[in-house]
């Protein structure tokens, strides 16, 4: 088998859930969704129970400010390992799985990667093959740092894309799965359609999706860019940064925290839809919040104005002018930004939310997916809602090499239902793999 490395990844050994084990409670969706609405994961304790489940051995953000959270990560830790004593995870033969994700009538698909660390950086200045697409608030890693640093286990939530206009990758993957093992078929919960998987150990054809995978053409050496869970990357970054300190360069090889396991999807996939990120303030006087965008944007050399009226999100524009609609509890508006001067509209105001929060006492930020959150929660009192538009695809490679790293939560890849749902996992001590295998 050929060597990877040079390519960005090394081929997995991936742990599933045992035959017995109820997928469907099993499967859960990313941590790092529904972070203004608990009571979507509420829910999901009352469907999952006492079963065994990766909502046990995670963390979803919207419990990161608990008073109990260090209580919390412990609890998800024994977790893991009582998992591993236990069989409830099995080992599954060195290969890669394939993936197909059945939501919205549209099927997207993906394999699962272990991807070199030492390939990826957040500092976009290295020109790493693995490259950040949007900025990494430093801010953001130590919570995540902890969680991770104790964990014996990791399950994927990150996505990275590639852009395979020949589909050669991923696509005559899928094509021979009819000769792969299918490791897994069933309904996700909460809406999220249905999930499957095979796995495949085949030498020849993991050596032919390597050979794609160099026949892709790079953009200022990009091959790779984060599609989703920036910052669930950079933190497994941080935690083999500080271990490859002890170790001699032969550990550091194949160490496993050297990688950390993504879902690689195309960008040209049919299914793969951009949507936007929008961006809730809440307590916060709205009116009195929308006034200081406007004005802080005067400031700052832009042609801008306020318009209140109907809410319309249908009048979003780019080009020679942006327009961001806006609406709170008690009405509705737009911010119209004449000849701006950053190629994203959420570009001209990120700062400028984050400023505004930096100085109102109380006041914070979260980023939504999805008309309906937003709309549910822009109806909130002392609350205010700023509605963004989606990337076009096609010029996305483009844009990062243009711009760089895009503002934090620039784009989301589909509504939060389609996120990636947790299923695989994966090692990340030698130790435990050690005493799985004497149990």
């Known amino acids: 088998m050929r060597d990877t490395k040079p390519l960005g990844y090394t081929i997995p050994e991936i742990l599933v859930p045992a035959e017995e084990i109820n997928l469907k409670k099993w499967s859960c969706v990313a941590c790092d969704q529904f972070t203004s609405q608990p009571e979507y994961w509420r829910d999901v304790e009352k469907q999952v129970g006492a079963a065994a489940s990766s909502l046990h051995i995670m963390l979803p953000e919207v419990f990161l400010e608990n008073s109990h959270v260090d209580e919390m990560i412990d609890e998800m830790n024994a977790t893991m390992r009582e998992y591993l004593k236990d069989g409830v995870l099995e080992a599954l033969p060195r290969g890669v799985v394939l993936t197909e994700r059945h939501i919205g009538g549209k099927v997207r698909k993906g394999v699962l990667l272990?991807?070199?660390?030492?390939?990826?950086?957040?500092?976009?200045?290295?020109?790493?093959?693995?490259?950040?697409?949007?900025?990494?608030?430093?801010?953001?890693?130590?919570?995540?740092?902890?969680?991770?640093?104790?964990?014996?286990?990791?399950?994927?939530?990150?996505?990275?894309?590639?852009?395979?206009?020949?589909?050669?990758?991923?696509?005559?993957?899928?094509?021979?799965?009819?000769?792969?093992?299918?490791?897994?078929?069933?309904?996700?919960?909460?809406?999220?359609?249905?999930?499957?998987?095979?796995?495949?150990?085949?030498?020849?054809?993991?050596?032919?999706?390597?050979?794609?995978?160099?026949?892709?053409?790079?953009?200022?050496?990009?091959?790779?860019?984060?599609?989703?869970?920036?910052?669930?990357?950079?933190?497994?970054?941080?935690i083999w940064n500080e271990a490859k300190r002890n170790m001699t360069p032969a550990e550091q090889q194949n160490h496993p925290l050297r990688f950390a396991l993504c879902e690689v999807i195309n960008l040209r996939d049919r299914a793969v839809e951009f949507m936007p990120i929008h961006r809730m303030i809440f307590n916060v006087n709205p009116a009195a919040c929308a006034q200081f965008v406007v004005e802080r944007l005067k400031e700052n050399g832009r042609d801008a104005k306020l318009v209140f009226g109907r809410w319309n999100p249908s009048t979003l524009g780019e080009g020679?002018?942006?327009?961001?609609?806006?609406?709170?509890?008690?009405?509705?508006?737009?911010?119209?930004?004449?000849?701006?001067?950053?190629?994203?509209?959420?570009?001209?105001?990120?700062?400028?939310?984050?400023?505004?929060?930096?100085?109102?006492?109380?006041?914070?930020?979260?980023?939504?997916?999805?008309?309906?959150?937003?709309?549910?929660?822009?109806?909130?009192?002392?609350?205010?809602?700023?509605?963004?538009?989606?990337?076009?695809?096609?010029?996305?490679?483009?844009?990062?090499?243009?711009?760089?790293?895009?503002?934090?939560?620039?784009?989301?890849?589909?509504?939060?239902?389609?996120?990636?749902?947790?299923?695989?996992?994966?090692l990340l001590t030698y130790a435990q793999y050690e005493q799985q295998e004497e149990n």
């Open 320 to 426: 020679e002018s942006f327009i961001i609609p806006f609406r709170y509890h008690e009405g509705a508006g737009k911010l119209v930004i004449e000849n701006p001067r950053h190629p994203l509209a959420v570009g001209e105001v990120q700062d400028i939310f984050e400023e505004y929060v930096a100085q109102a006492a109380g006041s914070r930020i979260d980023y939504i997916h999805g008309d309906e959150a937003f709309n549910q929660l822009a109806g909130g009192y002392d609350a205010i809602g700023f509605y963004f538009d989606a990337l076009k695809k096609e010029q996305f490679f483009d844009l990062i090499v243009a711009c760089g790293v895009l503002p934090k939560k620039t784009f989301s890849l589909g509504e939060a239902e389609g996120k990636r749902y947790y299923m695989e996992c994966r």
């Open 114 to 238: 272990a991807i070199d660390l030492e390939q990826y950086d957040y500092d976009i200045s290295r020109k790493p093959m693995i490259r950040a697409t949007e900025e990494t608030v430093l801010a953001r890693i130590p919570a995540r740092v902890k969680i991770r640093r104790g964990a014996c286990l990791e399950m994927p939530h990150i996505m990275l894309l590639i852009d395979d206009e020949q589909d050669n990758v991923i696509g005559n993957l899928h094509l021979q799965r009819g000769s792969l093992k299918k490791i897994y078929d069933f309904e996700l919960m909460k809406n999220g359609g249905r999930l499957e998987g095979w796995l495949c150990d085949s030498e020849k054809q993991l050596d032919e999706m390597a050979a794609a995978l160099a026949g892709l053409k790079r953009r200022d050496n990009m091959l790779y860019c984060v599609g989703d869970g920036n910052h669930s990357l950079a933190t497994a970054k941080t």
